[in-house]
C-alpha cells in the first residue's frame, strides 16, 4: 500500500470544477478498489490518501490522473508501507 500525501500549490475553492472532477475521480478509484481512504489534512496544507496496491508504477498512475494533479494544484509524496494489521483483514499484506 501508499500512503499520498499531497501539497495544494494554489488556493482551492470548493466550487471549481477541478474540486468536482476530483471528487468524481476518488470515486471512480474507490469503486475499483484502488482506495481505502481519503481526506485532507488538519492542518489545511493539502490531503491523505490509502492507495491500495503494491505496485509504485500504478500508485503514481493514481495520482498523476487525479485532476488535482494535472491541472497543477497539487504536488504529491508517495509513501510505500505494509499493512500488517487492519480493522478490514483483506486489507492485510499476508506476505509478511
Given at each position: 500500500?501508499?500512503?499520498?500525501l ?5 488556493p482551492?475553492?470548493?466550487s ?25 489534512q ?30 497543477g ?9 505494509t ?5 478490514f ?8
Open positions: 500500500m501508499f500512503i499520498c499531497t501539497t495544494y500549490l494554489q482551492l475553492d470548493r471549481d470544477p477541478v474540486v468536482a472532477r476530483h471528487g468524481a475521480y476518488l470515486d471512480e478509484c474507490y469503486n475499483s478498489g484502488q482506495l481505502v481512504c481519503s481526506g485532507p488538519n492542518s489545511g496544507t493539502g490531503g491523505a490518501l490509502v492507495i491500495r496496491t503494491s505496485d509504485a508504477d500504478e500508485a503514481d498512475t493514481v495520482m498523476r490522473n487525479d485532476p488535482l494533479v494535472v491541472e494544484c497539487v504536488s504529491y509524496q508517495l509513501i510505500p508501507f499493512a500488517t494489521r487492519a480493522a483483514p483483506t486489507l492485510v499484506d499476508e506476505r509478511r
